[in-house]
């Protein structure tokens, strides 16, 4: 993918989050049941956030990669941690797009969607 690479991606979310106002308390966390890739917090919300990067959108927007099976990894990922590490804030699911058309050094579209999926 031209040297496109999920820490890259995971930086640059965390980078633009940070820009948003939010504080980025973990990374990369691992649990037997998945990955988290940023753990980031604002005021009001502690925000799971699966990064998905690509090139371009050709085969479906970014966020579509995050299926409901990723989502229930996801939400047992976001459990365990939360076991670990009680937190008063709303716990919240966020996908960041990153595309970046032209590689890593090139110019990325990053796109925040918050609240984008709900536990059931």
């Known amino acids: 993918m031209s040297g496109l690479t999920g820490s890259f991606g995971e930086a640059a979310a965390a980078e633009y989050l940070r820009k948003k ?7 990369n966390y691992r649990t037997r049941m998945g990955e988290l890739d940023v753990i980031a917090r604002n005021r009001k919300y502690l925000c799971f956030v699966e990064v998905k990067l690509r090139k371009n959108d050709s085969f479906g927007a970014a966020a579509e990669y995050v299926t409901k099976s990723k ?16 937190e008063h804030r709303q716990p919240r699911f966020d996908v960041v797009e990153i595309y970046a058309p032209d590689g890593i050094r090139g110019e990325l579209s990053i796109r925040h969607i918050e609240d984008a999926f709900r536990p059931e």
């Open 21 to 27: 106002g939010y504080e980025i308390v973990g990374m």
């Open 71 to 86: 989502q229930r990894k996801l939400i047992l990922a976001a459990e365990s941690y939360l076991l670990q590490h009680p």
